[in-house]
């Protein structure tokens, strides 16, 4: 008798393991579409809390009147880097341009401060911002030209970062991580009393999410002045999707998102048969952002868009 109630526990938690364990799969593997060049882009040999990386399909053009050119200039890519520096964060930057002469010129037009150190080579502007050892290092690294693709100097961040949709998903025109440990906790404690900077934090500690990575993407390439106008900026539809790795296993997240979905104003809904979860906040522009959440095992996804189709699609290319 006992051997026959031991064969069935045997039998039971090897069908629990069949069931459970496509809850803690993650998305299938891809390859990500992430901005072009991104992939051979360098990043400063060093730690990094966070990094952004923009190049849109077409240069980002500056009127030539306002760097006193007789043409217009074109910026080529962005890329951002914060740093430990300390307590504190210091952020890098190089802007990459055209040429030289259009570099020169843009270099001109950014006002001498006292916390922010610049540097021209080539076609490339080099900024960093902040004090202590982490901006030390950074200049450091600009000086001497000591950069390293991002995935040899963290696995961790490229490996997230591929985990963004492939095809049929858009290019990006930017894109990024984010660490989301004790300096950014303590960060967001810092900044707000009992707001939603505080609650960010709660959210981060309990959902036990170390990195976040993020993809932006618009259905034309943006332009300066489009920053200035919101009707051009909702003309271009943009939106974004982000994706985060939590510790904890899929079944867990599933349930939690469950159970909290109605004491946070989540709807939970399905598209296409899978199962999302979308709320609605606020923008500075009077706007309303669509947001759904839906998690692939241990990977929690997160699409918005001020336009509810367009986060819909976004949905859609996320985490199969």
């Given at each position: 008798?006992?051997?026959?109630?031991?064969?069935?526990?045997?039998?039971?938690?090897?069908?629990?393991?069949i069931?459970?364990?496509?809850?803690?799969?993650?998305?299938?593997?891809?390859?990500?579409?992430?901005?072009?060049?991104?992939?051979?882009?360098?990043?400063?040999?060093?730690?990094?809390?966070?990094?952004?990386?923009?190049?849109?399909?077409?240069?980002?053009?500056?009127?030539?009147?306002?760097?006193?050119?007789?043409?217009?200039?074109?910026?080529?890519?962005?890329?951002?880097?914060?740093?430990?520096?300390?307590?504190?964060?210091?952020?890098?930057?190089?802007v990459?341009?055209?040429?030289?002469?259009e570099?020169?010129?843009?270099l001109?037009?950014?006002?001498?401060?006292?916390?922010?150190?610049?540097?021209?080579s080539g076609?490339?502007?080099?900024?960093?911002?902040?004090?202590?050892?982490?901006?030390?290092?950074?200049?450091?690294?600009?000086?001497?030209?000591?950069?390293?693709?991002?995935?040899?100097?963290?696995?961790?961040?490229?490996?997230?970062?591929?985990?963004?949709?492939?095809?049929?998903?858009?290019?990006?025109?930017?894109?990024?991580?984010?660490?989301?440990?004790?300096?950014?906790?303590?960060?967001?404690?810092?900044?707000?009393?009992?707001g939603?900077?505080?609650?960010?934090?709660?959210?981060?500690?309990?959902?036990?999410?170390?990195?976040?990575?993020?993809?932006?993407?618009?259905?034309?390439?943006?332009?300066?002045?489009?920053?200035?106008?919101?009707?051009?900026?909702r003309?271009?539809?943009?939106?974004?999707?982000?994706?985060?790795?939590?510790?904890?296993?899929?079944?867990?997240i599933?349930?939690?998102?469950?159970?909290?979905?109605?004491?946070?104003?989540?709807?939970?809904?399905?598209?296409?048969?899978?199962?999302?979860?979308y709320?609605?906040?606020?923008?500075?522009?009077?706007?309303k952002?669509?947001?759904?959440?839906?998690?692939s095992?241990?990977?929690?996804?997160?699409?918005?868009?001020?336009?509810?189709?367009?986060?819909?699609?976004?949905?859609?290319?996320?985490?199969k």
């Open positions: 008798m006992k051997k026959i109630y031991t064969n069935k526990w045997f039998v039971l938690i090897i069908v629990s393991l069931l459970l364990l496509p809850a803690c799969a993650g998305p299938k593997a891809v390859t990500a579409g992430l901005p072009e060049g991104m992939s051979s882009a360098m990043v400063p040999d060093m730690p990094l809390d966070a990094y952004l990386y923009v190049r849109q399909s077409q240069p980002t053009l500056i009127p030539g009147g306002f760097l006193g050119l007789p043409s217009d200039a074109a910026i080529r890519s962005l890329e951002a880097w914060a740093v430990p520096s300390g307590s504190s964060e210091s952020v890098g930057a190089v990459t341009l055209s040429g030289e002469r570099a020169a010129a843009l001109a037009r950014i006002p001498d401060r006292a916390d922010l150190w610049k540097l021209l076609s490339n502007i080099y900024l960093v911002w902040g004090s202590g050892s982490g901006a030390e290092s950074l200049k450091s690294a600009a000086q001497a030209r000591k950069f390293v693709p991002l995935k040899d100097v963290d696995k961790d961040a490229w490996d997230l970062l591929g985990r963004l949709p492939g095809p049929p998903a858009a290019r990006p025109l930017a894109a990024g991580f984010v660490r989301t440990e004790e300096r950014l906790i303590n960060l967001l404690e810092k900044s707000s009393e009992g939603s900077s505080e609650s960010a934090a709660s959210a981060l500690k309990l959902a036990k999410i170390k990195m976040a990575a993020a993809a932006f993407y618009s259905e034309r390439d943006l332009g300066i002045a489009d920053f200035f106008s919101p009707a051009n900026l003309g271009a539809n943009p939106g974004a999707i982000v994706v985060a790795r939590s510790s904890l296993p899929g079944v867990v599933s349930g939690a998102l469950g159970q909290a979905a109605p004491r946070l104003n989540i709807e939970k809904t399905e598209i296409d048969g899978r199962t999302a979860y709320t609605a906040v606020d923008a500075p522009t009077g706007d952002v669509h947001i759904f959440f839906n998690n095992g241990s990977y929690v996804y997160a699409q918005a868009s001020g336009d509810l189709e367009r986060s819909k699609q976004l949905f859609r290319w996320t985490g």
